[in-house]
């Protein structure tokens, strides 16, 4: 007895071994699955931990360091009753303390599409070899040893995949920080003092091994309870419903939470402990999605059953039979396509949201550009002693100009200008409402931007005291406006728009902290004819030691570094992508080696190679049309949710903007990728052997 169990185990090995070497597309489709997304969860993490640890060096970026700023002390009332401030490190990390967190959620597109495609080679490969598990039982193997061929596989799959996956993190990591990549998108790593986790890596690299595992778990159990005499019974006396079969595979997807779950409370315990108020929102958003994708997933099989038909009759025109063909199968086997459809649906859902809410993003900058920048020159005092009014002293006379102090140094940012020039300035801008502000502002008065009035929680009609060296006063708030008083200063966005505005008359409240009027100032019109004039006119030598920028020109840099601050996303998609590809191709790989006989019996029936292979191309565009067109229905209101998220719990003022063309392109994107993918298992269609036999078991 010994011995017979002894060579059992043998033939557990043997046929593992085995089995994963004759599904060889199946084998490298877990495989790269697994990798890619552990891989890909990998990377956020070294790039998050990176950026943490660089920017905790800055003061611009950690107000928690132990340096006391020699700067004003800044206190806000409300009705004479003092007001709480936001503290300067929330003020500081709220908006990027939720980037950091979408982007960790973000990564686990990638694992789920990855534990997709584990889920669906295991569910299918195991069900095609119920034959070959019930011979091996009637000779003689028990349920655990038959069961054990199929865990031993999976255990492969997740070592590999996990092992690969944690290799493949270290170099796309590094490449990924020597391109610029981080999770704030407002330092830059250094690439020689780059640090990895290697704990978390190699915990990320086992919860995604373990991914396989609980892929083969449904199906071992299944071959567990075979009926042994129905499973060896002619495919026509089995009375099993294929629709029952799917139904039955679809049943283990739930598993995929627990890993997933695993590794979102890992990515986001930190964020919880340090920023509950501004990710709890984020935590109940992601939470709602993925619940929602997966309902949506166990939905997928219906929806491609019931509007398969229709799907396949947009597609663009193509021969009759392959087009009936593939309308047929969909309408009676669309459930198999079901895992290819959810992976598309996914990818590009989050794809579309993520480029609605960029969209947001550079229209909030482009129209705050227009409130507070216009049409301007500033000029700033680099430290040197220079003044920009020995530049503005030689304007032409009629050019509106307006001279600054510095600024009080950072986080209580405050700076002084003379109202009058203020005026001035505003109406040769064209923007009364701005002109009348300034009128307003005068000797104990203050403008807060709308930064600086969320920091404080005040708003106009309240007063904030400013204390220092220069003494203590009580100024009244006469308005909330970006209008007035930016200048672009060498620092994050939003610190750069934290700041408040004196009359120069106050001036000395901050006068031993700042520059003194004239050190910068703003010049109307840099565009118009007499100020290029000007400008080509002055002697270099007074451009010593300030540093002079142009409205149009800052735009431009700030819409670009609102795009690039989302690459990493990009770049997780693309990975998402790539695993969404492989997994349509695994699908159609595995479909056309269980349609053998069919395919067979379309050749006998005169269908030539070609046919045979659009017939598979059209299946691919199909998952495409269907996948992109759910990806779009659910893209919108995630894309929604994201921008409503960002008004809610970040500094942005951003608005829900849908183009058309980003849903086409949504759709046209997803039929591409699927095409693409169907090329090999198209290629592996055509070259069906004629022959094979075609007769009933």
């Known amino acids: 007895m010994g011995l017979f169990r002894l060579?059992?185990?043998?033939?557990?090995?043997?046929?593992?071994?085995?089995?994963?070497?004759?599904?060889?597309?199946?084998?490298?489709?877990?495989?790269?699955?697994?990798?890619?997304g552990t891989a890909t969860v990998d990377v956020v993490l070294i790039l998050d931990v990176n950026t943490v640890a660089i920017e905790a060096g800055l003061w611009e970026t950690d107000p928690a360091l132990k340096v006391v700023p020699d700067t004003v002390g800044l206190r806000g009332f409300h009705d004479g009753a003092p007001v709480p401030p936001q503290s300067a490190k929330q003020a500081t990390h709220e908006d990027y303390q939720v980037m950091r967190s979408a982007i960790r959620l973000g990564s686990?597109?990638?694992?789920?599409?990855?534990?997709?495609?584990?889920?669906?080679?295991?569910?299918?490969?195991?069900?095609?070899?119920?034959?070959?598990?019930?011979?091996?039982?009637?000779?003689?193997?028990?349920?655990?040893?038959?069961?054990a061929i199929f865990v031993r596989e999976a255990a492969i799959v997740g070592l590999a995949g996990g092992l690969l996956g944690f290799v493949a993190s270290v170099p796309m990591a590094f490449l990924a920080a020597a391109a610029g990549m981080t999770?704030?998108?407002?330092?830059?790593?250094?690439?020689?003092?780059?640090?990895?986790?290697?704990?978390w890596m190699a915990l990320f690299a086992l919860v995604g091994a373990a991914t396989a595992l609980l892929g083969v778990a449904r199906p071992a159990r299944d071959m567990w309870r075979l009926d042994v005499a129905r499973a060896l019974r002619p495919r026509f006396l089995d009375d099993e419903g294929t629709r029952a079969a799917a139904a039955r595979k679809n049943r283990g997807i739930t598993l995929i939470a627990l890993p997933f779950a695993t590794l979102v409370y890992a990515l986001m315990r930190p964020f919880f402990r340090n920023a509950l108020p501004s990710l709890t929102f984020f935590a109940l958003e992601a939470a709602l999605v993925c619940a929602s994708f997966l309902a949506t997933l166990l939905l997928v099989p219906d929806l491609v059953q019931r509007l398969g038909s229709v799907a396949v009759r947009l597609q663009p025109g193509g021969p009759a039979a392959e087009r009936l063909l593939t309308q047929r199968r969909v309408e009676r086997m669309g459930h198999e396509l079901s895992w290819s459809v959810s992976g598309v649906m996914l990818v590009f859902s989050l794809l579309l949201a993520l480029h609605i809410a960029t969209l947001g993003l550079k229209g909030e900058v482009i129209l705050w550009g227009k409130e507070a920048l216009n049409d301007?020159?500033?000029?700033?005092?680099?430290?040197?002693?220079?003044?920009?009014?020995?530049?503005?002293?030689?304007l032409p006379p009629g050019e509106a100009s307006a001279t600054f102090s510095g600024r009080t140094p950072w986080p209580n940012v405050i700076e002084a200008a003379p109202s009058a020039e203020l005026v001035t300035l505003a109406e040769s801008n064209g923007r009364p409402d701005l002109a009348g502000v300034a009128r307003r502002l005068g000797p104990g008065k203050i403008l807060l931007s709308r930064m600086m009035s969320r920091r404080f929680r005040i708003k106009e009609g309240d007063q904030l005291e400013i204390s220092g060296r220069g003494g203590r006063r009580r100024l009244d708030v006469v308005a909330v406006s970006d209008g007035l008083g930016f200048f672009?200063?060498?620092?994050?966005?939003?610190?750069?728009?934290?700041?408040?505005?004196?009359?120069?008359?106050?001036?000395?409240?901050?006068?031993?902290?700042?520059?003194?009027?004239?050190a910068a100032a703003v010049v109307a019109h840099v565009q118009s004819p007499a100020v290029q004039r000007w400008y080509a006119g002055l002697p270099r030598g007074l451009f010593r030691g300030l540093r002079l920028v142009e409205a149009s020109w800052y735009r431009w840099v700030r819409a670009k570094q609102s795009v690039a601050d989302f690459v990493i996303f990009?770049?997780?998609?693309?990975?998402?992508?790539?695993?969404?590809?492989?997994?349509?191709?695994?699908?159609?790989?595995?479909?056309?080696?269980?349609?053998?006989?069919?395919?067979?019996?379309?050749?006998v029936l005169g269908m030539t190679s070609a046919q045979v292979r659009r017939l598979v191309l059209l299946e691919g565009g199909f998952i495409g049309l269907l996948g992109g067109t759910l990806a779009a229905l659910l893209g919108v209101p995630l894309g929604y949710a994201a921008v409503g998220a960002l008004k809610a719990v970040s500094a942005f003022e951003v608005d829900f903007t849908l183009p058309p063309h980003y849903v086409v392109l949504t759709i046209l994107g997803a039929m591409v990728i699927s095409g693409l993918a169907a090329l090999y298992p198209a290629r592996q269609a055509g070259r069906a052997d004629a022959a094979e036999s075609v007769h009933y078991e």
Request: charged share 20%.
């Open 488 to 518: 672009p200063v060498s620092a994050p966005y939003r610190n750069a728009k934290t700041y408040g505005l004196i009359d120069a008359a106050d001036a000395d409240l901050i006068a031993p902290y700042a520059d003194p009027v004239g």
């Open 7 to 36: 060579l059992f185990d043998a033939m557990v090995r043997l046929l593992a071994a085995r089995n994963l070497r004759s599904d060889r597309f199946g084998t490298f489709a877990a495989i790269l699955g697994v990798a890619l």
């Open 183 to 199: 999770t704030t998108g407002r330092s830059r790593i250094e690439l020689r003092h780059m640090h990895y986790p290697w704990k």
């Open 570 to 603: 990009d770049l997780m998609l693309a990975l998402t992508s790539v695993l969404a590809a492989i997994g349509i191709a695994n699908q159609l790989v595995l479909s056309i080696r269980a349609r053998r006989r069919e395919l067979a019996l379309y050749r």
């Open 108 to 147: 686990l597109a990638a694992f789920l599409v990855g534990a997709l495609i584990v889920f669906f080679t295991f569910g299918v490969v195991v069900d095609r070899r119920r034959k070959e598990v019930a011979l091996l039982r009637s000779l003689g193997a028990l349920p655990r040893q038959v069961a």
């Open 376 to 394: 301007d020159l500033f000029i700033m005092s680099e430290g040197s002693g220079a003044r920009a009014d020995d530049l503005t002293r030689l």
